[in-house]
């Protein structure tokens, strides 16, 4: 499973989630995750049919979408969602 | 000679008991809640016909009845005195709302006079909360305490604190401290100042055409809306940031980019005052709704023009908080962060319910938010 981060200078949740996934990126070592800025990707934001920010698109082994989050999630909220699909 | 001076008397006193009651008007050409007074006391004229004389005094192109009026306030010892002002007797009453409101104290103290008819306790425009068996006038909820709470839910408004985010960020990339203080202090400063010039349009557009009955129901329906929408955010937003105006926000972040580019530190300071000025202005069409609430509110209230003012001022600070609160944490820590939906959460829910409400009183009383003036 990876974890596509999208997010925004501009935009104040993805500020507040920045130390988050820090945290949990620092917990589980195992876990990929990738950050992307919006305004500098333009064909991703197009792609995955982003329209609010912070955007979180869980990705299964095959990379297709299983899960996607919008706005300020709990840690620990976001630890449970990773857990139920750590093994797609 | 004594029978001279008993018919003097008599004569006399028949005089005084026939005397019509003296009204002194005070008003200004232009000024919209006069004319309704005036089209008011024309009415009453006709009804109390002889018994009551209405001098009217025109006091914004007229000196000597300025000077008239200035006495009068003084006389009286009223504070905060403008137009209209009605002198019935000893009494006076200041301003006009409606003739359901101050037309009904009027035809009262005119009564009184007349007639001495009691004033009944006039206990109709008060409307009580039972709080924690407590009884509170809500009429003494002050207007300190609505400015606080709609700036406060105002100033949450996501649609230009994007704009300060991505500044503060910029300049902290640039790793110049100098450049963070006084650009940033410049941004807000004058983002401040444009929302002042914004708030006193709305209060000057207000405080000019008066009371209209259709403008009050609109701001009503846009109170009652704005309420319902904020408690919404309030319960059910994830503090997401919507992606609107793509092309309009991707041309200020390319103008603040040329800007801090700069080489020459005044051009920077100059190129941020005319960024802060124009975004403002663009994104103050995105937060009308709020201050448009507030200036009609206090517009309906009697009261200086320095208190005006300080309050639209105490408005705008209070709007700015989060603003403030992210520049001071950014040049204490030299990071940028964000304002937590979870302390967003209750403003918006509490704010949202007091805007709901006060759109619904605009529209069924509106008397109970003129704050007891």
Redesign the interface.
């Given at each position: 499973m990876k974890v596509l981060k999208f997010g925004?200078?501009?935009?104040?949740?993805?500020?507040?989630m920045k130390p988050r996934w820090a945290e949990i990126e620092k917990d589980l070592t195992w876990l990929k995750t990738q950050y992307y800025d919006?305004?500098e990707n333009p064909d991703l934001v197009e792609k995955y049919k982003?329209?609010?920010?912070?955007?979180f698109i869980f990705l299964d082994k095959n990379d297709k979408e299983i899960h996607r989050e919008?706005?300020?999630?709990e840690k620990n909220n976001l630890i449970q969602i990773i857990n139920k699909h750590k093994d797609q | 000679m004594f029978f001279v001076f008993l018919i003097l008397f008599f004569f006399t006193n028949k005089v005084f008991a026939n005397e019509p009651l003296n009204i002194k008007f005070f008003y200004g050409k232009g000024c919209p809640h006069c004319s309704q007074e005036e089209k008011f006391l024309k009415k009453l004229e006709t009804e109390h016909q002889g018994k009551i004389s209405i001098e009217k005094y025109e006091i914004y192109n007229n000196q000597e009845n300025s000077n008239l009026f200035n006495q009068f306030i003084k006389q009286h010892n009223i504070q905060a005195a403008g137009v209209p002002l009605l002198i019935i007797g000893d009494d006076y009453i200041l301003g006009y709302e409606n003739e359901n409101t101050t037309g009904a104290k009027i035809n009262k103290t005119i009564n009184l006079l007349l007639y001495g008819e009691q004033k009944e306790e006039d206990d109709n425009n008060s409307l009580y909360l039972n709080l924690f068996s407590k009884k509170i006038d809500l009429k003494s909820v002050s207007l300190p305490i609505a400015t606080i709470l709609i700036a406060f839910v105002d100033g949450f408004n996501p649609c230009a604190m994007w704009i300060l985010i991505f500044l503060i960020t910029m300049l902290i990339n640039m790793k110049d401290r100098k450049k963070l203080y006084i650009l940033g202090s410049v941004f807000i400063i004058i983002s401040g100042f444009v929302y002042f010039i914004f708030l006193t349009a709305w209060f000057n557009f207000f405080k000019f055409i008066g009371y209209v009955y259709w403008i009050k129901i609109i701001i009503g329906i846009v109170a009652i809306i704005s309420g319902i929408l904020h408690i919404k955010n309030g319960l059910f937003s994830k503090g997401e940031c919507h992606v609107t105006n793509a092309t309009q926000r991707k041309n200020i972040i390319d103008r603040i980019k040329t800007t801090l580019g700069q080489k020459s530190f005044l051009l920077s300071i100059l190129g941020i005052s005319i960024l802060a000025v124009s975004v403002n202005l663009i994104e103050v069409v995105c937060s009308a709704g709020l201050p448009a609430i507030y200036t009609n509110l206090l517009s309906n209230i009697h009261l200086s023009n320095t208190q005006y003012y300080s309050y639209l001022s105490l408005y705008v600070l209070i709007f700015m908080l989060d603003d403030l609160l992210i520049f001071f944490i950014a040049i204490k820590t030299f990071e940028i962060t964000g304002i937590s939906k979870k302390y967003t959460k209750v403003s918006s829910i509490f704010g949202g319910f007091i805007i709901f409400i006060i759109g619904i009183i605009l529209i069924l009383k509106p008397e109970l938010l003129m704050f007891g003036s």
């Amino acid at each position: 499973m990876k974890v596509l981060k999208f997010g925004a200078i501009w935009c104040s949740g993805c500020l507040i989630m920045k130390p988050r996934w820090a945290e949990i990126e620092k917990d589980l070592t195992w876990l990929k995750t990738q950050y992307y800025d919006a305004d500098e990707n333009p064909d991703l934001v197009e792609k995955y049919k982003i329209t609010d920010y912070p955007c979180f698109i869980f990705l299964d082994k095959n990379d297709k979408e299983i899960h996607r989050e919008y706005g300020e999630i709990e840690k620990n909220n976001l630890i449970q969602i990773i857990n139920k699909h750590k093994d797609q | 000679m004594f029978f001279v001076f008993l018919i003097l008397f008599f004569f006399t006193n028949k005089v005084f008991a026939n005397e019509p009651l003296n009204i002194k008007f005070f008003y200004g050409k232009g000024c919209p809640h006069c004319s309704q007074e005036e089209k008011f006391l024309k009415k009453l004229e006709t009804e109390h016909q002889g018994k009551i004389s209405i001098e009217k005094y025109e006091i914004y192109n007229n000196q000597e009845n300025s000077n008239l009026f200035n006495q009068f306030i003084k006389q009286h010892n009223i504070q905060a005195a403008g137009v209209p002002l009605l002198i019935i007797g000893d009494d006076y009453i200041l301003g006009y709302e409606n003739e359901n409101t101050t037309g009904a104290k009027i035809n009262k103290t005119i009564n009184l006079l007349l007639y001495g008819e009691q004033k009944e306790e006039d206990d109709n425009n008060s409307l009580y909360l039972n709080l924690f068996s407590k009884k509170i006038d809500l009429k003494s909820v002050s207007l300190p305490i609505a400015t606080i709470l709609i700036a406060f839910v105002d100033g949450f408004n996501p649609c230009a604190m994007w704009i300060l985010i991505f500044l503060i960020t910029m300049l902290i990339n640039m790793k110049d401290r100098k450049k963070l203080y006084i650009l940033g202090s410049v941004f807000i400063i004058i983002s401040g100042f444009v929302y002042f010039i914004f708030l006193t349009a709305w209060f000057n557009f207000f405080k000019f055409i008066g009371y209209v009955y259709w403008i009050k129901i609109i701001i009503g329906i846009v109170a009652i809306i704005s309420g319902i929408l904020h408690i919404k955010n309030g319960l059910f937003s994830k503090g997401e940031c919507h992606v609107t105006n793509a092309t309009q926000r991707k041309n200020i972040i390319d103008r603040i980019k040329t800007t801090l580019g700069q080489k020459s530190f005044l051009l920077s300071i100059l190129g941020i005052s005319i960024l802060a000025v124009s975004v403002n202005l663009i994104e103050v069409v995105c937060s009308a709704g709020l201050p448009a609430i507030y200036t009609n509110l206090l517009s309906n209230i009697h009261l200086s023009n320095t208190q005006y003012y300080s309050y639209l001022s105490l408005y705008v600070l209070i709007f700015m908080l989060d603003d403030l609160l992210i520049f001071f944490i950014a040049i204490k820590t030299f990071e940028i962060t964000g304002i937590s939906k979870k302390y967003t959460k209750v403003s918006s829910i509490f704010g949202g319910f007091i805007i709901f409400i006060i759109g619904i009183i605009l529209i069924l009383k509106p008397e109970l938010l003129m704050f007891g003036s």
